[in-house]
């Protein structure tokens, strides 16, 4: 068995930015078109009105104040609503390909680790922009990596789930050098017309190199052990899928085909599950939640966040201790833990320990306890 560890990080952020008033003042001018366009029906009482949203809502209720996308012009586009994306052929790279590129090269430089020594490439991210062949195959191929790829999607936990499947393997021998790479185009699967949840998500890529922990040319982590946990729940679900088609009205314009949750059930179940999870995973190693330096949590909501840090540590985390990022990158499901990661441990000392965790749809739930070495 060989001890795995973290050797390098990588955020590709998009160049474009949606601040809060930039998309609330896009979805009242949609809101106020629809309520025109059905103005006979609100009048008669056959419809409620669309109401407006709020920037204040928006940071009081989540802590996002920002999000990054592939392209802001058909989000801010009252008549248009979700991304403009061009389309590709098929001799060209994916987009979701195309971001994992850039966060892969960037967290192989940092480990100095070249493309060509990665035998494991593991996608993980909450959607797939096809059906196949693999993301990470392709992703695989342009990098000129060996060894073998494969997609992975568990939502928000795609990235803990995919780096407990690279460390495992890893540390067994089937695999010396992995890449875990999280390209997340949120903007394409969140319903950008509901105001309840309008300005949860945005777009990035993260990438983690695994390998072990003799191989190792710098400052590393240590992955001391990983984590993970589902439990069926609807509150967070999304009906799109191959069988569309087949389905009757399954290729109209439907609010199932897009990112629908119950916010609320979601912060008050998914809170304690995590909570516990997390103890439950320190004290199985020996450890409470005090002898964590840093705690990267995924990024959905500032308040979850709270709870959970201050559940956890048992008492309210400084900043530095809970970094989040989710106020720049608002929700970018698997990647926001990686993020808050990437930006924040290079500070830790050896010996120092921190715990990544992510958490959403499914519910699922992982993490991953690393050790700083020198
Ligand atoms: N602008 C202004 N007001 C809004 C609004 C908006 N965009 N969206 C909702 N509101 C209103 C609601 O109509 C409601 O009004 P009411 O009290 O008169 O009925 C009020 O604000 C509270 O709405 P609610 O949906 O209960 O807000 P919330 O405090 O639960 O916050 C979330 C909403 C989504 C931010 C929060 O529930 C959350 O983050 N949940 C967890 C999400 C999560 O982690 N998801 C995982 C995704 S992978």
Redesign the pocket.
Known sequence: MYQPAITGTGVFTPEQVITNDEL?VA?NAYADRMNAKNAEAIAAGEMAPM????????F???G?EQRYVIDKSGVLDPEVMHPHLRQRSDDELSLMAEMALDACQKALDMAGVAAEEIDLVICAA?NMERAYPAIAIEIQKALGAGGFAFDMNV??SSATFGIQAAADMVRSGSATKAIVVNPEICSGHLEWRD???????GDVATATVIERAEDAKGARFDILSTRCATEFSNN?RNNNGFLRRSRPSGVEDRRDMQ?M???????KE?VPMVSAHILAHLDDEGFGGENLRRLWL?Q??K??NDFIGKKVMGRTPEREEQPNILQDYA?T?SAGSIIAFAKYSDDLDPGDLGLVCS???GYSVGSVLLRREA
């Open positions: 609330v979805f109401e407006h949203s709020s920037s204040e809502f928006i009081k209720a989540s996002i909450s939502a928000c105001r309840d949840c309008h300005f949860i998500f967070i990112f949750q119950n916010g609320r059930k979601v912060f998914v995924h959905a909501n308040s979850m929700n499901s958490f959403g749809a």
